[in-house]
């Protein structure tokens, strides 16, 4: 009867502190989402469709060895060139149009620190550093790269691209949870920090940026600053004023976001958080809505931009292959926003509705054909789209993705990349590495946990655990949250 009494009490006095734990994990789970980050798990869509393990990661590999170390006249896109005092240097080109872009060489790093692939990591960012960086404060592109320069270096272009910026912060934040921080350039954590904070609040500069444009050279009086819109909280297409200020869908990426707002400067954390919200209400309005096709360039509003140096802006094009795959690693990673998961099942019907193995890659929005390649890499981001598409056909672009062969000739540099990256994210290989001090999601704590119950009876069968758990830190993180452990059966 002590007994039945004591356990009663027991449960009695718990009760109330579990309603109140279970309370902060609600606003916890809205704060972490429904993804991988707060459960620890990644789809294997491949697995899903019946491909084994040993088969998924030769595929993974043999993608990298072949765009990594392959052929050098026809499978490569990475190239070693030389060393300085930093190390090995190494350029991603583009081999269509012979030249190196900050696109392809931040995508290079973020495929190297998910194989794990720290030399070629490495090389590429010591080439980035040593070639593209700006660093006078006098320069309008100061704290940023340059997007566009020859493969000895010679840069064809001051201006900024800020996909290049996001993906190279993203690299590097992995790269320093991954691999640890070491000095100077591969101090990964700081070089991250210190990007971030110019995205975010690099004050404007006026001056000139040289460029060169089909064969044409130039030299533009700009004034610019940081890559993000104060007001709106998105990314611009560009910081500088040769041109209004717009934004590119294809370069809105909420789900690294999320994590900047975790692990980059606290000043700035509220800002990631509401940049990722605004990227989500932003696809909606940018994508058609029938076709769920997005244009490469588009007003904060979500309306088209037309202009007279980039008319065909306003269909789907080749920048706009990756906004797909952008809001479906979103979902992915976070699942916050449904509204992603019809995106995603709306363009998929699309595409198939133009014939799985011979849709174009160029449409208007509307869906009208501008151009019928069947081009690899929409092929690649396609298949990221299943990541949140519901409909049973997004197994068809699954299924497509496993069968279209890695790109080679003159097309694999953009094709190609894309294509490893879909490797990596339908396979469940494209993951965030997290901070060693970041409390990782790991087996779901149940009520008897949280009430300290052990095979019936308070206590654990003796042991006097605390009623909400033997770490605190599973229920109340101290900063945002980085555990939903609690109330899951």
């Not at 990227?279 to 309306?303: H, Q, V």
Request: proline share 5%; charged share 20%.
């Amino acid at each position: 009867m002590k007994t039945n009494c004591l356990a009663g009490l027991m449960a009695a006095f718990a009760l109330p502190l579990v309603l109140t734990a279970c309370r902060s994990i609600d606003s916890r789970t809205a704060v972490n989402g429904s993804g991988a980050f707060a459960t620890g798990h990644y789809r294997n869509l491949f697995a899903e469709d019946g491909h084994s393990p040993r088969e998924i990661q030769d595929r993974i590999n043999s993608a990298f060895e072949q765009l990594f170390h392959g052929d050098p006249a026809t499978q490569t896109v990475f190239y070693y060139a030389g060393a300085n005092s930093n190390g090995p240097l190494a350029y991603v080109t583009d081999i269509k149009h012979h030249d190196v872009r900050t696109e392809g060489l931040s995508y290079g790093m973020m495929i190297a620190v998910q194989m794990n692939k720290k030399a070629e990591f490495d090389a590429i960012w010591n080439w980035s550093k040593t070639y593209l960086y700006h660093d006078s404060p006098t320069d309008p592109s100061d704290g940023f790269f340059s997007w566009q320069a020859k493969t000895n270096g010679e840069v064809m272009s001051q201006f900024v691209a800020p996909d290049g910026e996001s993906y190279y912060v993203m690299a590097l934040y992995f790269a320093a949870n991954r691999w640890g921080s070491s000095t100077g350039i591969y101090d990964y954590k700081a070089e991250a920090d210190r990007l971030l904070i110019n995205m975010r609040h690099r004050a404007p500069i006026t001056g000139q940026l040289f460029s060169s444009w089909r064969g044409a050279n130039r030299v533009s009086a700009v004034t610019a600053g940081p890559l993000f819109d104060a007001r709106h909280k998105m990314v611009l297409f560009s910081p500088s004023t040769e041109r209004g200020a717009f934004t590119d869908p294809s370069y809105h990426l909420p789900a690294f976001y999320e994590l900047w707002a975790r692990w980059g400067p606290a000043a700035d954390r509220n800002f990631w958080m509401a940049a990722a919200a605004a990227s989500r209400d932003f696809f909606p309005r940018a994508a058609n809505p029938t076709t769920g096709l997005t244009p490469d360039y588009a007003n904060f509003d979500g309306t088209v931009v037309s202009n007279r140096w980039n008319k065909g802006a306003v269909n789907f094009r080749f920048d706009a292959f990756r906004t797909a795959g952008n809001w479906s690693v979103d979902w992915s990673w976070w699942g916050k926003d449904v509204r992603e998961r019809e995106l995603s099942d709306r363009l998929q019907a699309f595409f198939e509705s133009q014939g799985m193995d011979v849709y174009g890659c160029q449409f208007t929005l509307d869906g009208k054909p501008l151009d019928d390649r069947h081009a690899q890499g929409l092929v690649a981001v396609n298949a990221d789209a299943s990541l949140a598409a519901t409909n049973p056909r997004s197994k068809k672009f699954v299924e497509a993705l496993w069968h279209t062969p890695t790109p080679d000739g003159i097309e694999r540099y953009y094709e190609g990349l894309l294509y490893l990256m879909a490797l990596l994210h339908c396979s469940g290989e494209f993951r965030i590495w997290a901070p060693k001090w970041q409390n990782t999601p790991g087996p779901t704590t149940t009520m008897k946990l949280i009430l300290g119950i052990k095979n019936g009876r308070p206590g654990g069968g003796g042991r006097n655990r605390a009623l909400l758990g033997a770490n605190d830190s599973d229920i109340i993180p101290d900063s945002i949250g980085y555990s939903t452990r609690l109330c899951h059966y």
